[in-house]
């Protein structure tokens, strides 16, 4: 939609935040005739910015008397379509969008946008610096970074916008269509928003929903249900798996895409299973861009990944250190066990909350020692012990990180992957892994 079509448009936007004020903001500057609603009460810095926009205010409930007259609804990505306001509004037919449809109404760049329920941030981050490497203006747009509406205002049309996307934002597309897409995985998440896992599901294939045969499809061969989601898509479909042939894959230790050999995994700064198969992910979306193979390859081995997501801290006395501080469950510490081959000094545990630690033990294969903390510090010992692994018990995260060091050799894997919550002894996993840096960065000596 071009900013003309906006002009005296009576368009309601329902919530504020990043994406409402960015939201309210563009469609005053094009003309529309805006109200901003809000259910609870905004921040102090929202509530003068909007002033300073001069439209109509209503905080602190949803009258439907906001629905009279309006044409358009632009809404958070996190109200749920169950509030009456929009349940009147989708029985008056009346279009309801979020801001990223809004967004790429008002460009003419290329879109390059992420979606699944794990792998999306990293993803979106390694492509976004990948196409860094090329020849066009590149964005970053979404969850990691700035509002789309607002990023869509400073692109030209031969830039690119790699934008992450929730099921909650897809739900709110009309047009959207990207040139490169990718639907890394799916496993059941936003029940309480969505319903059923089938409302989920169809939310996240969305991000095909309008692409074309000239568009590119990126999904993952080894989830059943994302590859029969696809199957109906119109763009070509390319897959990409760890474990079996696929478009990209791993062969003999090398990462192939199509018949191309980029580099052997081992070369890789992110580690962690997941984090290969979202590298694989990556590179196959950014195929079509013509990016120089040595560029690829140099930002492979220093991408060292999100912050606290199996985040390469650098190599230290010759062991190279990861930091998985947000891996605050079983699941999400065995893929990044099972991504490594050298030997690893496991350093986790956290808080109590009784989970089974006995599924970590097929991920345990290249585990040489582990290091107990925090409360449940004690139990992750017990796991080792039932595994004939060697272990420590300690208390606090500097005397882990020596204990780490002094058990350790050059060659060997130094990783934080708790698989517990932090709350025993740090507010946020964010501290726990800040923490876990500073520690490694006094013990360590300067890192290569």
């Not at 509030?83 to 008056?92: D, F, H, N």
């Not at 580690?271 to 492979?300: C, K, R, S, W, Y």
């Not at 107990?372 to 080792?384: C, K, M, N, S």
Request: charged letters at 20%; a negative charge.
């Amino acid at each position: 939609m071009k900013s003309s079509e906006l002009e005296k448009k009576k368009i309601l936007v329902l919530g504020t935040a990043k994406s409402g004020i960015a939201a309210a903001t563009y469609l005053v500057k094009a003309g529309a005739v805006v109200t901003v609603n809000d259910g609870g009460t905004p921040s102090e810095a929202d509530v003068q910015t909007l002033e300073s926009l001069e439209v109509e205010t209503i905080f602190g409930s949803h009258p439907l008397s906001l629905l009279d007259g309006t044409e358009l609804i632009v809404k958070n990505p996190g109200i749920p379509y169950q509030i009456p306001l929009l349940q009147t509004a989708i029985e008056r037919g009346i279009p309801i969008w979020t801001e990223v449809e809004l967004a790429y109404r008002s460009t003419k760049a290329d879109w390059v946008a992420i979606t699944g329920s794990n792998g999306k941030t990293t993803t979106t981050t390694l492509v976004h610096e990948l196409l860094k490497q090329g020849s066009r203006r590149v964005h970053l747009a979404g969850n990691i970074g700035f509002p789309a509406v607002e990023v869509a205002q400073q692109t030209a049309a031969d830039d690119v916008i790699v934008i992450e996307l929730s099921s909650f934002q897809l739900m709110g597309i009309q047009s959207f269509q990207p040139v490169s897409a990718a639907f890394l995985n799916l496993s059941p998440a936003h029940l309480d928003y969505h319903g059923d896992v089938t409302s989920y599901a169809a939310a996240k294939a969305r991000i095909f929903s309008n692409m074309d045969e000239a568009g590119r499809l990126v999904v993952n061969a080894d989830d059943e249900e994302v590859m029969r989601l696809s199957k109906t898509a119109a763009a070509e479909r390319l897959t990409f798996s760890r474990r079996q042939p696929a478009y990209a894959h791993v062969e003999n230790g090398m990462i192939f895409v199509g018949q191309t050999k980029i580099l052997p995994v081992s070369e890789l700064a992110l580690g962690g299973g997941h984090n290969l198969e979202n590298v694989l992910a990556a590179l196959t979306l950014i195929e079509p861009f013509g990016i120089a193979l040595t560029a690829i390859q140099d930002v492979l081995r220093t991408f060292g990944g999100v912050a606290h997501r199996t985040e390469y801290i650098g190599e230290f006395a010759g062991r190279k250190v990861y930091n998985d501080s947000k891996a605050t469950n079983n699941v999400a510490t065995e893929a990044a066990l099972s991504g490594f081959h050298s030997s690893i000094i496991w350093i986790c545990g956290g808080l109590e909350r009784g989970a089974d630690l006995t599924p970590l033990k097929s991920a345990m294969t290249h585990v040489k020692h582990v290091i107990g903390l925090g409360e449940t510090g004690q139990r992750f010992a017990d796991l080792a012990a039932d595994q004939q692994i060697a272990s420590t018990v300690t208390r606090e995260m500097e005397e882990a990180v020596v204990t780490a060091f002094d058990v350790s050799q050059p060659g060997d894997i130094i990783l934080l992957s708790p698989a517990s919550a932090s709350w025993d002894q740090y507010k946020t996993y964010e501290e726990r892994g800040e923490h876990f840096i500073r520690s490694v960065q006094k013990v360590g000596g300067t890192k290569k």
